[in-house]
């Protein structure tokens, strides 16, 4: 059984930073690229960041391009999200997914349940 598990979320200002964790069992980790999602109150879900199978491919949402960095390390089962000059747009659920595609655009068959992330400013 695949599991997703989040953390790392919480209330920062508007300029701070937080990284974010998902934590992956139940398959085998490398074998799947990693996608990190958002959805604030209201609104839809949105892509923000994902990564290859082996890390060495990454993409961004333009909305978070230059902010944020996503990364993984397959020894740790884990990809990590850093979220640098926060705004308080970046307010939302943030969700990370593993997907089943080898090549981008992923699609993604499992999902965490989601981490809070609040910027105030």
């Known amino acids: 059984q695949v599991q997703l598990v989040e953390s790392g979320g919480g209330l920062v200002q508007a300029g701070g930073s937080l990284r974010l964790s998902c934590a992956a069992s139940g398959r085998t980790f490398s074998d799947y690229p990693t996608g990190w999602f958002r959805q604030a109150p209201g609104k839809e879900r949105e892509f923000v960041a994902a990564?290859?199978?082996?890390?060495?491919?990454?993409y961004y949402a333009d909305s978070v391009k230059g902010r944020f960095t996503i990364s993984r390390d397959n020894a740790k089962n884990t990809v990590y999200l850093q979220m640098n000059s926060l705004k308080p747009e970046d307010t939302a659920v943030y969700y990370c997914?593993?997907?089943?595609?080898?090549?981008?655009?992923?699609?993604?068959?499992?999902w965490g349940q989601g981490t809070q992330v609040t910027v105030s400013s």
């Open positions: 997914a593993q997907g089943t595609s080898a090549y981008y655009p992923y699609k993604y068959d499992y």
């Open positions: 990564i290859s199978r082996s890390g060495l491919n990454t």
